[in-house]
């Protein structure tokens, strides 16, 4: 699977934009581009994914550049509870190797 | 509710002593993994199970086993625990098709004395 690169930590004001950046230079044509974040100890949750198309749902949206070789996750209002650390994982559903690699994240402080 | 369940949620063991995790869904999902965390590593994928009877070794399987019985339940058993497997355990589920992501359990904090 293509690794990703994502800076170590953020800081974003409370009402603010949080826009969260990934590198997947290497990444696949049919591979998918998820987000998942985790909040302190708790299970990682299911933020968006997205192929090649921008996408957005009722939590974030998710740009993918046109070269798909990075993305970026946007937090249209953060709020304190948005602070997390935050996945980008890059990755295919087929008949074999189903490795879903977490990397370090970012860890995203929403300030007050 | 749709939900993935682990059990115990907190356990605190002596090495050796063999010991097992469950994992249960409530979703009929086909695939089913098994991840640990640990700090400064990130989560790390231990075992996956893309049907009943089906299963793959992750990056760092060396000291578990699991089995698949039936679609819903997912154990992950510790043989003879050691200290290095200490860590903070998370299941997930999947329907494992394109468009499908996991959904991740509330975690199994493990100490092995």
């Known amino acids: 699977d293509a690794k990703t690169t994502q800076p170590t930590s953020m800081d974003c004001a409370e009402g603010r934009a949080a826009n969260l950046p990934c590198n997947h230079s290497?990444?696949?044509?049919?591979?998918?581009v998820y987000w998942y974040r985790q909040i302190h100890s708790q299970g990682p949750q299911y933020i968006i994914h997205?192929?090649?198309n921008n996408e957005t749902n009722e939590m974030a949206s998710l740009i993918i550049t046109e070269d798909r070789k990075s993305s970026t996750l946007i937090l249209p209002h953060a709020t304190l509870r948005d602070t997390a650390v935050y996945y980008c994982?890059?990755?295919?559903?087929?008949?074999?190797?189903?490795?879903?690699?977490f990397g370090p994240g970012t860890r995203l402080s929403v300030l007050p | 509710e749709a939900q993935v369940t682990q059990n115990p949620r907190y356990l605190i063991t002596v090495t050796g002593k063999k010991l097992t995790v469950t994992c249960s869904q409530n979703?009929?999902?086909?695939?089913m993994s098994w991840y640990r965390q640990d700090p400064g590593l990130g989560l790390r994928q231990i075992y996956y199970?893309?049907?009943?009877?089906?299963?793959d070794k992750g990056d760092v399987p060396e000291g578990y086993k699991v089995s698949r019985k039936e679609k819903r339940n997912f154990p992950l058993i510790l043989e003879s625990p050691s200290p290095n497997q200490t860590s903070l355990y998370f299941c997930?589920?999947?329907?494992?098709?394109?468009?499908?992501?996991?959904?991740f359990g509330p975690g199994t904090r493990l100490t092995v004395l």
């Open positions: 997930a589920s999947s329907w494992g098709r394109v468009t499908d992501t996991q959904y």
């Open positions: 290497t990444i696949s044509g049919n591979e998918y």
């Open positions: 997205g192929l090649k």
């Open positions: 994982i890059v990755f295919r559903w087929g008949n074999y190797g189903q490795n879903f690699v």
């Open positions: 979703m009929n999902h086909e695939y």
């Open positions: 199970s893309m049907n009943v009877e089906v299963t």
